[in-house]
């Protein structure tokens, strides 16, 4: 029998079918061979964000099974926990049918149905009068969605500067931490090279977004028996199957990083020539106490930052290929000393209070630990070394005969972020990564594209002047290099409602939405008129310190008005939040709508060339629902927002298909960026390609550029990548990006706080400035344990994604939460002892801002001060589809309600939102806690408990028996 | 394992209306219980009635009762099928020596052939169901050695207790009988706080590492693969608390076998009818306390597959 | 007919990883998604969306704390049907529903027979059966019969759901009769076990077990590092470097 090639992940020689497939005859009557399907679309997951590909099977007009699709770049043919069970999302009771407008009170779920021309009037009438008066009275914030390019275009072209989407209160600091300093980061954006990687160390990551890739390359190198490392509180999970489990306490890991790299350092064990071709380690820095341009880098007159050549002894561009830079010392130039970065590194890090010793008590692993894995790290960075037979030239025109690896590889996410200091943790990590020169070479981190950009990447945020019925001249959302591009009025006062880049948040390139709702409702920095919101539970997982959000959510004034004047959602399903709306977008589900995986926004990319994906409708609708990207484009339309509609005013595009094609962002560059042009044949840029959406559905849904082996490393410095990137518009210019191991951009805000430059912070802040915006990376208690006396709540409370749920959504799905439908709280067993706790107690989980009770499990792989649980799992009587019985609003619990959404008051009496002071990352790790066995009578139920919400019109009860599947078996039998 | 009551009554009711079978097919054939219509009667149609009862019931506890007539098929290989074989067959003998014993008041010769291969046909298929229970090997109370007799004992105690009151009813009582009567109490208790001693002190070589294949050490489920109770953790996953069991234990010994013994034992003193009374009580209270005990046999039994749930 | 063939000609089964195994739970979610329409269709939920919730599955993953003096490790461990060569499930069986086949070993049950008597459940040391109390029959994992052999479907994608799904790798699937083939050899090399083999069914399906803090474990011997001895200490040694 001849076979192909095998394809996919899993296709080793022992998960390959039978040699020989053909049914056996055993004469038992079993149907070996039912057809399974009519027909199989292949499109693009979305039970969460990793978006692979999937193969979905239509079997009498229903779906009959999904399927990962083995040529799809990023699951290669696996198909996670989720993904295998978006049949139940599909066929959720708690779809929304209808456009909604709310009848009783804010949070009661209280609607009449409306059509859809009503809702898009009102929500039109609504928004001109804001866009004629003052746009940035709408706030427009959106959630899990992957169109932001579309929505932030929008918003843009509104005239609003308020706008973000989810990342403040998801990973803006990985983002931010990256960008900022090698141009890319880790989150989706980067990956290791499990396929050549010797060493692998995975920094606080329990599922992430790559959640199929991470688990295929986990699989790699379980097969080949590399190391895995793995740095987190809990051993779950890819932890519990770590070779090596460092049971870190919470908020160390900047220590624990840094510890390593004085050992490294002291050793010598770094790679110099990484850092003199691809970081700014040689560059020069102003070393003049007090001076306007102390710890700013010495430049040349076009700008070239300057560094020292050891040989002509005379300042040179430190770009130069022919420079022979030095990294120590200290040098005069025009009377000023200064300094090599890197010898700012040294001295710092060399201090003996990053030694093992000094931080092992507070990071809780011990110094002979820390030791080792630095020497372990050294050892396979520098002896077991690879070479790629792969001749490649760098930016400078020299030409390589092989491709050298160093294979140690770090990864890193929410562990790291989801702390208030996780902006320089996350820093820490890549100076780490960088120092053992493993940044996008063989068996090291590698950068998916659009990545690297410049550090940090070019555009600006926009939204100074915001005037009434104009667009902003730019997109709301960018990167600061200083004071001058912060959003702030002359007094310093925040002109974006989420105070994002402003002197509480300069770095937030991603918005602040967890602080929207408060700051709405405060009216501070000043009161809206419209909260606008799409795919985010804001009324509940996704808000911290959730009690208080609601009741802000339907506050009113001394008039009886709400706080929070007009608010539109726009859900698939009967969420938390959709109650606390006044008008109600209904979309629809993943298998009924396009939708774009884009390069301009979050694409499908792996490190081995870039790709984009679709969705589209692979069944109809049954219900009076849109899809909202379509809804969003014709309310631009309506409202008449330039480049939604054409001269005679008439709309620009039919839907959000119609956008996907024939959008151009700038000539020849639009959301997809497979077969452009007429014919369809170039790639990156090209004219609009009216086909373009088939040949994406002919291709299994994805676009995918696989690169020529010469760029698939050191793309930084690689000539031909840097080309090729230009080429497809990912950089302006074929320069290289170097790595700013010192942060230019950082320092300049620590100037304006000692009072330098024009932009100046309001006194308050100064010292906040001064301290946080530190050019190199360091390490800082969590604010919340400068705030919190640790006495009273000893123990750092934590979440932790279950791989099989997403955020809020599995709990209506019939099959996930079967897995789980209650949430435990699991504590250390020794802990528990010295608390007088036993194993399915009922405990009280106090925090400085409330109290919440669920029920306890005792596990041994915790770090002993920590407890965690799984992130929203509990849910709010009435949603979801739910029985009022269900165990997620009985004995399930959210940890949200004790997470304050506000540090406590500072020595001028000012609460800042709980995120990091230099990005604005929501700080959800951060929370203190103590645990107390409830009373006899409280045993046994969750609370705090909400009231239950009414069931939207025309919602039945949902089923008391689901046989799925029987109707295909019946029909086929039927058939026989 | 759940003590279905469906489960418990079947055992219970077939083993004492076997038991009461196998003794009227004996006696009654071999003359030692001379044929009187309405003794025999009486006798048979509670046997009958009994076993039938119990049989129904065990159809109860089926997910498709309608098809409970495929169970006869597998008599090659499952004990289940061959007590209901043997159920079956059993009636022919046991009609016939009805007929003889009961309408023709005859005994001896062929209702006497009749009579014992019913008796043998009882014993037969009260060994079928002792090793439905004894051939389980993943629950070790069960599959010992002390189960197989347990069901026949329980059932020459149970039918003998009924065999000793239906003489007494109707003034046939013989010190032979409540004597054996007696002794088969005694053995029947005796039994069962063997078989509760043994059980008490099993030790399983089955355990959470073999049963995960992961040597050494202790091995602790922390998550369950299901957040809320399901078949198996319902159907095998049944608790009962020892302070519970203990006193069940107690009603059991006190109920089966120490009240009827004093009862029995007063017996021999006692003229009709106030003998006829004792021992009809001691019946009836020996096959409540047997229903407890069943119920316990199942309540303690322990199913392997709690050790993937880590419930004791 | 329950009585167990000699032999099978094809011994089929899974072999699955404890040291890959994250617990994600797609292999269980790919089961039920595949065999509610399959061969056993529906697999029933009752209260599915209610605080009693109820399904049928074939394949359930737990999570165990393994404690030995070398420390603590924790295991996600799939549990599904092992096929045994010699399974009561099947001879405990009164009705013929439950059978092992000859040809490759699958144990499946016949709906058609089957009148939930539940005995084969109770003789499951591993409680891979499920009751359908909705149909009233007993349900278990078919090893994908309908999806091994099935010409309907791309002769690529002809192993069972769990194995195709599994994004670490850690499924595998084979015929373990055959000393030769790449599962038997698989098992061989990484010292696969069977699960209670004392109580003598002879499972098929194989574990591999855990690697970490085993002769197996992947480790890193690297010497300790030492502090730079130059004069000048690291920013001297620096130097040196530098100008060679
Ligand atoms: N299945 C599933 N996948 C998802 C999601 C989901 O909801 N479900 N959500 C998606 C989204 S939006 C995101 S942002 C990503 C997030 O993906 P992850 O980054 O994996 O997010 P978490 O689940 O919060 O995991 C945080 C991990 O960090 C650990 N941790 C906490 N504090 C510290 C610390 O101080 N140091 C260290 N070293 N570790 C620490 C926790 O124990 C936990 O294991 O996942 C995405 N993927
Ligand atoms: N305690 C704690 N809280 C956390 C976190 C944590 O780790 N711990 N993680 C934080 C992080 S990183 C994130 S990203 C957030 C995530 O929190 P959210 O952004 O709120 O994500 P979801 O809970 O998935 O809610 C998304 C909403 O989108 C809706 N939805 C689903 N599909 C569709 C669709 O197709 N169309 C539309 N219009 N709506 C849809 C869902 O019904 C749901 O109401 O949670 C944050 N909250
Ligand atoms: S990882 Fe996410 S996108 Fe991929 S299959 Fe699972 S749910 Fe779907
Ligand atoms: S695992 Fe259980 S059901 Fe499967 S063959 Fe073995 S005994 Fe039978
Ligand atoms: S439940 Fe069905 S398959 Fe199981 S033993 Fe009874 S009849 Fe056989
Ligand atoms: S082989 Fe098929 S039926 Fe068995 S566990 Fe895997 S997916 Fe389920
Ligand atoms: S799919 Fe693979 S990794 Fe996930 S639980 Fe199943 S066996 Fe384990
Ligand atoms: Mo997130």
């Known amino acids: 029998m001849s076979k192909a090639a095998p394809r996919g992940a899993n296709s080793a020689p022992s998960q390959r079918p039978l040699a020989d497939s053909r049914a056996p005859d055993e004469g038992d009557g079993v149907e070996t061979s039912p057809s399974v399907s009519d027909r199989i679309a292949k499109t693009t997951c979305y039970m969460c964000a990793c978006r692979c590909g999937i193969d979905v099977h239509i079997k009498d007009g229903k779906v009959r099974y999904i399927n990962g699709n083995k040529d799809h770049p990023v699951n290669r043919g696996v198909i996670c926990g989720k993904g295998s069970s978006g049949i139940m999302q599909h066929y959720s009771p708690a779809r929304l049918k209808k456009p909604l407008l709310r009848t009783g009170p804010r949070g009661s779920g209280e609607f009449r149905e409306i059509e859809w021309d009503e809702a898009l009037t009102i929500a039109t009438e609504r928004l001109s009068a804001i866009r004629r008066t003052d746009p940035k009275k709408l706030a427009f914030f959106t959630g899990r969605d992957q169109s932001q390019s579309l929505t932030g275009w929008w918003a843009s072209k509104f005239g609003t500067p308020n706008f973000a989407a989810h990342g403040g209160f998801c990973s803006v600091n990985m983002a931010a931490g990256g960008l900022y300093t090698i141009g890319g980061s880790f989150w989706e954006f980067g990956e290791p090279d499990w396929d050549n990687t010797r060493y692998f160390m995975l920094f606080g990551v329990a599922e992430d977004h790559d959640s199929n890739p991470i688990k295929i390359g986990l699989g790699k190198l379980k097969a080949r028996g590399a190391k895995v490392v793995s740095i987190n509180p809990c051993r779950t999970g890819y932890n519990a199957i770590a070779d090596d489990w460092i049971g870190i306490r919470p908020g160390t890991d900047g220590l624990f990083v840094l510890a390593l790299v004085h050992e490294l350092l002291k050793a010598g064990r770094i790679d110099l020539d990484y850092l003199l071709r691809y970081t700014n380690a040689p560059v020069l820095v102003v070393q003049a106490p007090g001076a306007a341009d102390d710890g700013l880098f010495v430049r040349d007159v076009d700008g070239h930052p300057l560094a020292w050549d050891r040989l002509a002894k005379t300042p040179v561009n430190a770009a130069d290929p022919e420079a022979k830079p030095a990294l120590t010392g200290s040098y005069e130039i025009g009377g000023r000393r200064c300094v090599p970065v890197f010898q700012l590194i040294a001295e710092r890090y060399l201090d003996e209070t990053y030694a093992p010793d000094a931080v092992a008590e507070r990071c809780g692993v011990a110094a002979e630990t820390i030791r080792r894995i630095a020497a372990e790290l050294a050892h396979v960075a520098f002896e077991q070394t690879i070479e790629l037979p792969i001749a490649w030239t760098d930016w400078a025109g020299r030409r390589h005969e092989t491709i050298k690896g160093r294979p140690v590889s770090m990864h890193a996410m929410r562990g790291i972020s989801a702390h208030s200091n996780g902006f320089h943790t996350c820093r820490a990590i890549h100076l780490l990564q960088v120092l053992l020169g493993t940044v996008d070479v063989p068996g090291g981190f590698r950068f998916k594209p659009p990545y690297p950009r410049p550090a940090p990447p070019g555009p600006k945020p926009c939204g100074k002047n915001v005037r009434p019925m104009t667009p902003l001249d730019g997109m709301p959302l960018g990167f600061v290099c200083g004071p001058d591009d912060l959003l702030v009025d002359e007094d310093g006062r925040p002109a974006r409602i989420d105070k994002a880049y402003s002197w509480e948040a300069p770095l937030a390139a991603h918005g602040l939405m967890h602080s929207v709702i408060r700051n709405a409702w405060a009216g501070d920095p000043y009161p809206i008129d419209t909260l606008m919101m799409y795919m985010s539970n804001m009324a509940w997982n996704s808000s911290m310190n959730t009690v208080e959000t609601i009741a802000m959510l339907t506050d009113k004034d001394g008039a009886g008005a709400y706080k929070i004047p007009f608010i539109i959602y726009s859900d698939a399903y009967y969420s938390e939040t959709v109650a606390f709306a006044d008008l109600v977008l209904p979309d629809t589900t993943y298998l009924e709508r396009h939708d774009c995986i884009s390069l301009l926004d979050r694409p499908i990319s792996h490190a081995d060339g870039p790709g984009d994906a679709i969705r589209h409708p692979v069944v109809q609708p049954d219900r009076d629902v849109r899809p909202f990207q379509s809804v969003l484009i014709e309310l631009g339309a309506r409202l008449g927002l330039p480049c939604f509609v054409e001269e005679d005013g008439s709309a620009k595009y039919r839907d959000y298909a119609d956008y996907i094609v024939n959008h151009e962002r700038t000539p020849g560059l639009g959301p997809l960026a497979g077969w452009r042009g007429k014919d369809g044949g170039s790639i990156g840029r090209g004219d609009v390609n009216p086909d373009q959406l088939q040949r994406y559905i002919d291709n299994g849904g994805f676009w995918h550029q696989d690169f020529s082996d010469d760029q698939r490393y050191y793309k930084m410095g690689n000539r031909a990548y840097l080309d090729f990137a230009v080429e497809m518009g990912f950089i302006p210019k074929a320069e290289p990006i170097v790595f700013q191991l010192y942060s230019e951009p950082i320092q300049r805000f620590r100037l304006a706080a000692r009072g330098h430059g024009t932009v100046q912070p309001p006194d308050a802040e100064r010292n906040r400035i001064e301290t946080y915006m530190d050019p190199l990376p360091f390490w800082y208690a969590p604010v919340e344990e400068d705030a919190v006396d640790l006495e009273r709540y000893p123990l750092h409370a934590l979440t932790q994604r279950p791989m099989h749920m997403y955020h809020s959504w599995g709990s209506q799905n019939a099959w996930l939460r079967q897995i789980t439908s209650q949430n435990r709280l699991f504590v250390h067993a020794d802990t528990a002892t010295t608390l007088g706790l036993a194993d399915d107690d009922w405990v009280w989980i106090e925090s400085l801002n409330g109290r919440v009770k669920g029920q306890i499990k005792l596990i041994d792989g915790v770090n002993p001060d920590t407890v965690w649980t799984w992130n929203a799992i509990g849910k709010r009587r009435g949603s979801w589809g739910l029985k009022d019985d269900a165990a997620e609003s009985n004995r399930g619990f959210l940890l949200n309600h004790i997470i304050g959404d506000q540090t406590s008051a500072d020595a001028n009496g000012k609460r800042y939102s709980n995120s990091d002071p230099i990005t604005g990352q929501a700080a959800w790790f951060d929370v203190r806690v103590r645990i107390a066995k409830c009373a006899a009578e409280e045993a046994g139920f969750t609370e705090p408990q909400f009231e239950r919400f009414a069931r939207p019109p025309h919602f039945e009860p949902s089923p008391d028996v689901l046989r799925f599947g029987a109707a295909f078996r019946m029909k086929r039998e039927a058939a026989e | ?312 | 007919m329950t009585c167990l063939p000699a032999r099978t000609e094809k011994k089929l089964g899974l072999v699955i990883d404890l040291d890959t195994c994250v617990g994600c739970q797609a292999c269980v979610t790919a089961c039920k998604e595949w065999n509610t329409g399959g061969h056993m269709a529906p697999l029933t939920d009752i209260d599915p969306y209610g605080g009693h919730v109820d399904g049928v599955w074939f394949n359930r993953v737990h999570t165990y704390e393994h404690m030995t003096e070398l420390g603590g490790r924790t295991v996600n461990f799939p549990r599904s049907c092992l096929h045994c060569e010699t399974p009561a499930c099947v001879t405990v069986c009164p009705t013929g529903a439950s059978y092992k086949r000859a040809s490759d070993g699958i144990v499946l049950v016949d709906e058609d027979k089957c009148i939930g008597c539940k005995l084969c459940s109770w003789a499951c040391p591993y409680g891979a059966r499920e009751f359908d109390t909705d149909v009233g029959v007993m349900k278990k994992c078919t090893l994908c019969v309908d999806r091994i052999y099935n010409d309907n479907l791309a002769e690529e994608d002809r192993v069972p759901a769990c194995v195709a799904a599994c994004p670490t790798s850690a499924r595998h699937f084979g015929d373990l009769g055959d000393p030769a083939s790449a599962i038997s050899q698989l098992v061989e090399e990484r010292g696969g076990v069977a699960l209670m083999p004392e109580l003598g069914y002879k499972p098929t399906n194989r574990y591999l077990p855990p690697r970490a803090r085993s002769q197996r474990a992947a480790k890193v011997d690297a010497p300790a590092l030492e502090p730079i001895k130059v004069e000048g200490g690291f920013l001297g040694w620096i130097d040196r470097m530098l100008s060679n």
């Open chain 2, 1 to 312: 394992m759940h003590p279905a009551f469906s489960v418990v009554f079947f055992t219970t009711a077939t083993g004492a209306g076997y038991g009461l079978l196998a003794l009227l097919g004996l006696l009654g054939g071999l003359g030692f219980i001379p044929a009187d219509f309405w003794l025999g009667l009486v006798g048979m149609a509670l046997a009958f009635g009994l076993i039938v009862a119990g049989l129904l019931s065990s159809t109860g506890h089926l997910g498709r009762p309608e098809r409970a007539w495929r169970a006869f098929s597998q008599w090659r290989s499952a004990w289940l099928s061959r007590e209901g074989v043997a159920s079956v067959v059993t009636f022919i003998p046991a009609c016939i020596f009805g007929i003889g014993w009961v309408f023709l008041g005859k005994s001896g010769g062929w209702v006497a052939v009749a009579g014992l291969l019913a008796a043998a046909g009882a014993v037969t298929t009260v060994c079928t169901t002792g090793m439905i229970y004894a051939s389980l090997k993943p629950i070790a109370q069960w599959h010992s050695r002390y189960t197989l007799p347990a069901y026949l004992i329980f059932a020459g105690m149970t039918g003998s207790v009924l065999t000793n009151a239906l003489l007494q009813a109707f003034k046939q009582g013989s010190t032979a009988m409540l004597i054996g009567t007696l002794l088969a109490t005694l053995a029947g208790w005796g039994w069962k706080l063997t078989t509760w001693r043994y059980n008490d002190r099993l030790e399983i070589p089955t355990t959470a590492n073999t049963a995960t294949g992961l040597a050494g050490g202790t091995v602790r489920s922390i998550e369950w693969p299901h957040t809320e109770e399901n078949y198996l953790l319902k159907e095998m996953g049944f608790r009962i608390a020892r302070k519970h069991s203990a006193k069940l234990r107690r009603i059991t010994q006190a109920m089966a076998f120490a009240a009827p013994s004093v009862l029995l034992a007063v017996t021999f003193a006692l003229p009709w009818p106030f003998a006829a009374i004792v021992s009809v009580a001691a019946a009836i209270s020996q096959l409540a306390g047997i229903l407890v005990e069943r119920w316990l046999f199942f309540a303690e039994a322990k199913h392997t597959v709690m050790l993937y749930y880590g419930r004791e």
